[in-house]
């Protein structure tokens, strides 16, 4: 099993739409979670973090499930401008090594 | 400012030559990171510095050797690379006031091509 997995994509999905990724993670003990965005030939930016059992920023809301070790993003009211990649990360333990999920490709048409 | 800063933007080199790549921030973060990143594919870690000392080295090969003159500035030093080391280079920092459970923030990366 990888250490962290998501689902690839891509999802294709119309304006307005709302779309959730699902990401597992392997190591029962990581306390810290985050989604990066990525845009093409850009580096990733911090989308979320999430520390206890999820977080909300607007039009979107990470949830985290401890007991099924996985974390999802939902992103509600799609703009144009969220076709990115979303990049789940989890820290492996107090190394300062990030382990990224491969990345969930969006694109939102009109 | 949750600013760190990478020069240059794009280089384009020959397998003999030697070059260098520089990563800055004025965070007052105290680990700084360089990743690389193949297309379609996430950041692959290289190097972790923590208090200006090199605590990771993912087995990356001899002619990549990292430098962190202080606590601000990263430089990754290039020499007699291959074509397949042609990738985007991303520097990266975080506080660590959480030991290394917080948030890394990166930089814009530096697109390498080796010809």
């Known amino acids: 099993r990888k250490e962290v997995e998501q689902d690839p994509g891509p999802f294709n999905v119309p304006e307005g739409a709302t779309v959730a990724f699902n990401c597992t993670y392997s190591?029962?003990?990581?306390?810290?979670f985050f989604w990066y965005r990525q845009d093409c030939r850009k580096e990733p930016k911090l989308l979320m973090s999430?520390?206890?059992s999820g977080n909300e920023d607007g039009r979107f809301t990470a949830q985290l499930n401890r007991a099924s070790q996985y974390i999802s993003l939902l992103i509600r009211d799609s703009k144009l401008s969220d076709s990115a990649t979303y990049l789940c990360v989890v820290p492996s333990g107090n190394t300062g090594k990030l382990i990224f999920g491969q990345g969930t490709t969006l694109q939102v048409k009109p | 400012d949750t600013e760190v800063t990478q020069t240059p933007k794009h280089l384009v080199m020959g397998m003999t030559n030697k070059k260098s790549l520089k990563c800055e921030q004025h965070m007052g973060h105290r680990a700084m990171y360089w990743y690389k990143q193949k297309a379609k594919k996430p950041p692959e870690l290289m190097f972790v510095y923590s208090y200006e000392k090199l605590s990771i080295n993912e087995s990356v090969p001899s002619r990549f050797s990292p430098e962190c003159p202080n606590s601000s500035l990263l430089n990754l030093h290039l020499h007699a690379l291959q074509p397949e080391d042609s990738a985007l280079y991303l520097c990266a920092s975080s506080p660590l006031n959480q030991g290394f459970q917080e948030t890394q923030y990166f930089g814009p990366g530096t697109r390498l091509l080796v010809l």
């Open positions: 999430v520390y206890s």
């Open positions: 190591n029962s003990a990581s306390q810290s």
